[in-house]
């Protein structure tokens, strides 16, 4: 099905949206569980990026030919073919199981992603104390990174609060060159920690102060800030107002 609503009298004789685009709806019936659905899933619980194949359109119109299948590569794109790669959500270790890290967690979750508490304190460190937390553990510090896969879609967010914890995690955590490495605390401490761990400051990717300039007090408005320079790291984003894009919001 096609929605143009390029025409201004759309609005009020068509759809209505005012949105001056194109709309292309392909609905495709499923009898059974297709054969992909299995394969995503999978490929999911991997924490593995997948690619699935819509054929919306042919030549010779084939309805046969039309459909969703997994795609391996190996068949070349053509007009009418939408590939949609699947790729596994987010994943934030956040080491320190302090109260603001209850509200970081709580918003990970609440955004669809994929979040662990790592803590060297056993008092903190509990499931009770996260209840919104895919996994918890109590571990010492180098332990505890070698505890995850380290995926192109993990992150790691440090704050312990303590100089002891947070030195020892940035040893191991600078070198392996993370899609994202977030210090809580001001930048002179991040400076310091940066130069005690034996790196070069203005060679390391480090943010630090984590979190965009967003305003606020509290763990949540912390939360808050951090979820969303993280969300914006990843995208290629500078988390300007959409107000001053001169580009379009979605990358095609």
Partial sequence: MTYDTKSENDILWGTGTGCH???KIFLEKLHTAPDWASL???ARNKRQTVALRTVWETD????????TYFDEGKIQTTAGTLIKKITPPPHVVIFG???DAIALSELIHATGWENSICDPRPDFARSQ???????VINLPETDAVSAFIWDDQTTAVVMTH???FDLPLLKVLVPMKLPFLGLLGPRERG?????DAGFDHANVELHNPIGLDLGGDGPKAVALSIVAEIQAHLHGRDGQPLSLRNRPIHDL
Avoid: M, T, W
């Fill in 129 to 135: 104390r996260f209840p919104h937390a895919d996994r």
């Fill in 97 to 99: 199981a302090g109260d």
């Fill in 40 to 42: 995503v899933c999978e």
């Fill in 191 to 195: 400076a310091r920690l940066l130069s």
């Fill in 162 to 164: 303590q100089y002891r």
């Fill in 60 to 67: 010779k119109n084939d309805p046969a030919a039309k459909g």
């Fill in 21 to 23: 685009g194109v709309i």
